[in-house]
């Protein structure tokens, strides 16, 4: 009876607590009904959100009903130029006044102090002006020749039969170009928050420079480039590189990651930036504000503000904050987004259901008083048989038809011999002008780092001094950028109208700015500097030049006011093809001889001075 009494006292208790239950279950329900917003109720509706609204910014499709049709007001229509300190930028220019137009020479008094220092503690004579032309001269020369060693190039030793090595020995002793890599400095304090105070001052001349002498045209690139370091760090040597980035995708991807700016319609490089530890970074201009990828924009545009110029960029730096903030300092952005898609509708523009490879959706917004628009183009790599789209944002452009992309394709057959053979094609893909603008000029400092990286490679060489591996990135750009100027600014004033190619024309360059820095910077240790390519065409421009070495230290030094009789040998192979008369080279050579003098060694060792020298 008691077991009985207990089991219907429990059945009693849970029957009031489930009638309670659902009597509050009711009763929020009721509540719930009357304080719910209908708009809540509507959203909660749906199965996914509203993707045109990404944290807050309202988008608006305008595919269908024309897209953006103006472009925006503003836009700046300027052209590339140099500003020549004559103020005469004729067509009559070589490419030494372009390199010599283009190099920073704001830091070769501070260099020169601080390396003779360390030259005379060492032992070692001092490094004049000239000597320091001459060993960037070597560096290019050396360049030139990636099969031969250091020692071998300067003592002309021969490893190969059909290349031969050069003899530098006759410009710069060995020794002597060792000593100059191991005490070249260009700064010795410290500056605090500076992890690359060491360089410092070859950063600051070259944005000042640039600033200076380039008018940019109506684009402006930015993206990265590359100084390979495979050395110590800092962080296991206090002499170590301060810091390395490791980026996986880029071919020379271990080093120090420089951000530059360029010239969307030359190329030339415009400012330049050392990416620092991270703490460094917190410290820089915009960063705590902005974050990274925008702060460089604003960074590395600094001079062009309120110009209108368009500013088009990779992922590594687009957004919609970075589209903003360079419209409100007035500069348009064009940029390629993949994970800083905050704001944007990257989501709905990837997933919707686009009809042919080329189609494109337009998207409208406007972020305060800035007028945003985004693009999602139906081209790309396949992802599970379907292609994904690219994204891109931006704040100016418009979605008419532009240029089609050319995609390059290839095809695979038989022959008539029962071979395979390839053929390529290129298939017209439909693209907006927004996008084809972008295109123009996306790919410049990619350009630049194949002239740079993938052709002249200074940076090939060894050295176990990280300072100096800048330094070879820094003459790298000087160079390349010498040879970009030269063709867009000299159109058709190449010496060998055999060389086409742009390839030619940049190894040519090569060679003719190595002998011109021997020979222009100071003629009075002008010598003669043997760069021999293994081409017969080669061989007889270093025989020519090489005839310069042959003249007085007054001729040369007025070449530009002398007669087309009394100038030198290199300046009439120079004039080749501007329809200037030319001599035969047997002419030429009896000419040299019965003037000829034999110059002084560029560092004052080697050879003695002939007595009719000067």
Not at 79 to 85: H, S
Not at 89 to 108: I, S, W
Not at 225 to 233: H, K
Not at 290 to 305: I, V
Request: proline share 4%; aromatic share 10%.
């Amino acid at each position: 009876l008691h077991r009985v009494d207990r089991r219907q006292r429990q059945m009693c208790i849970r029957d009031r607590f489930s009638d309670g239950e659902d009597d509050m279950q009711e009763a929020h329900e009721r509540d719930c009904e009357r304080e719910v917003d209908p708009r809540d109720v509507a959203a909660a509706r749906q199965a996914v959100p509203d993707l045109l609204q990404p944290h807050g910014l309202e988008w608006s499709d305008v595919t269908d009903t024309g897209g953006v049709v103006l472009e925006s007001a503003g836009v700046s229509n300027t052209f590339a130029r140099l500003v020549w300190p004559d103020d005469n930028g004729g067509d009559d220019r070589d490419e030494m006044d372009f390199f010599q137009l283009l190099y920073p020479e704001t830091h070769l008094p501070q260099t020169l102090q601080l390396t003779n220092a360390k030259l005379r503690h060492a032992r070692h004579a001092d490094m004049t002006r000239q000597e320091f032309f001459v060993f960037i001269a070597l560096m290019i020369g050396l360049a030139l020749n990636p099969k031969s060693t250091i020692e071998e190039c300067f003592n002309g030793e021969q490893r190969f039969e059909l290349l031969p090595a050069p003899r530098f020995r006759r410009i710069m002793t060995y020794a002597r170009f060792t000593a100059l890599c191991v005490h070249l400095t260009f700064a010795n304090v410290p500056q605090r928050g500076q992890a690359y105070w060491e360089v410092q001052p070859l950063l600051d001349a070259f944005n000042a420079k640039r600033r200076r002498v380039l008018h940019v045209g109506r684009w402006v690139c930015v993206d990265e480039s590359f100084s390979p370091w495979d050395g110590l760090e800092a962080t296991v040597n206090a002499r170590g590189c301060p810091h390395i980035v490791k980026m996986k995708g880029k071919p020379k991807g271990i080093g120090m990651m420089i951000k530059n700016s360029c010239c969307g319609e030359c190329g030339i490089m415009y400012r330049i930036e050392l990416a620092g530890p991270a703490q460094e970074m917190r410290t820089r201009q915009y960063d705590r504000e902005f974050g990274a990828g925008t702060s460089y924009l604003l960074r590395l545009t600094e001079g062009l503000h309120a110009s209108g110029r368009i500013v088009v960029a990779d992922s590594a730096f687009a957004s919609v904050k970075s589209a903003v903030q360079l419209r409100r300092r007035g500069l348009f952005f064009i940029g390629h987004v993949k994970t800083a898609h905050s704001k944007c509708p990257k989501k709905y523009l990837q997933e919707h259901e686009y009809e042919t490879r080329g189609d494109h959706r337009v998207l409208t917004a406007k972020d305060g008083n800035v007028a945003l628009r985004a693009i999602g183009w139906n081209e790309g790599k396949r992802k599970q048989g379907r292609i994904v789209p690219k994204v891109y944002v931006g704040s100016c452009g418009t979605s008419m038809a532009g240029e089609p992309h050319m995609k390059k394709r290839y095809r695979n057959y038989d022959n008539d011999q029962g071979g395979r053979t390839s053929q390529t094609y290129y298939v017209p893909v439909p693209r907006p002008d927004m996008l084809a603008t972008y295109h123009k000029a996306c790919g410049k400092i990619d350009d630049h780092n194949q002239l740079g990286q993938g052709e002249l490679f200074l940076e090939g060489r060894r050295t176990t001094r990280w300072q100096f591996r800048f330094f070879q990135t820094f003459i790298r750009f000087c160079i390349v950028d010498a040879f970009l100027a030269y063709r867009k600014f000299t159109p058709g004033m190449f010496v060998k109208t055999a060389y086409t190619c742009t390839v030619a024309k940049w190894c040519w360059l090569r060679w003719r700015c190595a002998q011109s820095l021997v020979f222009h910077i100071e003629p009075a240790a002008a010598v003669c500097l043997v760069v021999e390519q293994g081409t017969k065409t080669h061989r007889s421009a270093t025989l020519q030049c090489s005839y310069l070495s042959t003249y007085s230290t007054t001729l040369l030094a007025r070449r530009s006011m002398l007669p087309h009789s009394a100038r030198t040998p290199a300046q009439m192979f120079a004039m080749e093809g501007r329809g200037v008369r030319q001599h035969r080279p047997s002419t030429l050579w009896r000419r040299c001889r019965a003037r000829r003098t034999s110059a002084p060694n560029a560092c004052g060792l080697g050879r003695k001075r002939h007595r009719s020298a000067g």
